[in-house]
């Protein structure tokens, strides 16, 4: 049974990429939890290569943001669709935000939540180049704010072990196999013919901040997406959900953060590279 159907048997449908909660199942759902845990997506909307969507990432961070919801009472919201992805500017259809105005926004989000009463506010990066939701993280942390950002390359090994996949992160960095095989599993008409034979890899990339994409690869794709499958997919998205529990015992936890922290071990991390 897909996410979204296994979520409509306790709090309605998803409309698309959209949940379809309303106020009451949110007030329902706060009341079982002793701090109320919101949700966020964060996608992209850029170049995959000629066979991914431009809303890839955002269809990453979804699908992971709703296996989240379906094994834990959290607050799930919908997703913010363009970030930060200047570094695929040479590819027609990327579109990006500023940094800064990325930034903006999730404060915002996040300040509009706890005056609703969601006091803690877990951000599902899906893109690798969004780095200034690290600084979210840790600026809000400083003040005392719950939040965390997931899932950490540490989660993304834990996953990419346990799914089989093939590539390692450094080399699966672009709609490679982690992203076809999430794709594959569950949004299987968003491809288009040649993944199998796209693959493309660019191990040394340290100057990609300077030159972009474009210095490292011809068609967009910089892993090996011919490895993807559905089952391995799904085998990400679930070990993914297993690994979300130390963030939400981090968050839910009475007390401040540091000591929720040691009782659980958890850290915030980034996005897969």
């Known amino acids: 049974m897909g996410g979204s159907q296994k979520r409509s048997t306790a709090y309605g449908p998803e409309y698309g990429l959209l949940p379809a909660d309303t106020t009451e199942d949110v007030r329902t759902r706060g009341a079982s939890v002793s701090r109320q845990v919101a949700v966020l997506p964060v996608g992209s909307y ?16 979804c699908a992971v943001a709703r296996e989240i919801a379906d094994a834990y009472p959290v607050h799930l919201l919908p997703p913010v669709t363009i ?8 590819w027609p259809g990327t579109v990006s935000l500023s940094s800064v105005t990325l930034h903006a926004v999730v404060r915002d989000i996040a300040d509009s939540l706890r005056r609703s009463g ?3 506010l877990v951000l599902v990066n899906g893109h690798g ?30 996953a990419r072990r346990r799914a089989g996949v093939v590539t390692s992160l450094l080399t ?17 008409e968003s491809l288009r013919p040649g993944y199998e034979t796209s693959d493309s890899v660019a191990d040394d990339r340290r100057h990609l901040l300077s030159l972009g994409m474009a210095a490292y690869t011809d068609s967009g794709v910089i892993g090996r997406p011919s490895l993807g ?3 391995k997919g799904k085998k990400l998205l679930a070990s993914l959900a297993d690994s979300f529990g130390a963030y939400f015992s981090l968050l839910t936890t ?12 958890a850290v915030d991390g980034g996005g897969p590279g």
């Not at 970030?83 to 040479?90: M, N, V």
């Open 46 to 61: 850029e170049q995959h290569g000629p066979f991914l969507p431009l809303a890839t990432d955002t269809l990453v961070a």
């Open 129 to 158: 180049g969004n780095y200034v939701l690290g600084n979210v993280v840790q600026e809000s942390s400083a003040r005392g704010e719950r939040t965390a950002l997931f899932p950490a390359p540490e989660d993304w090994e834990t």
């Open 83 to 90: 970030s930060c992805s200047h570094e695929h500017a040479a």
């Open 172 to 188: 699966d960095m672009h709609a490679g196999e982690i992203e076809t095989s999430i794709l594959l599993h569950t949004h299987p």
């Open 229 to 231: 499958s559905a089952e």
């Open 118 to 120: 969601v006091e803690a």
């Open 254 to 265: 009475e007390g401040d953060a540091a000591d929720a922290a040691d009782a659980t071990g």
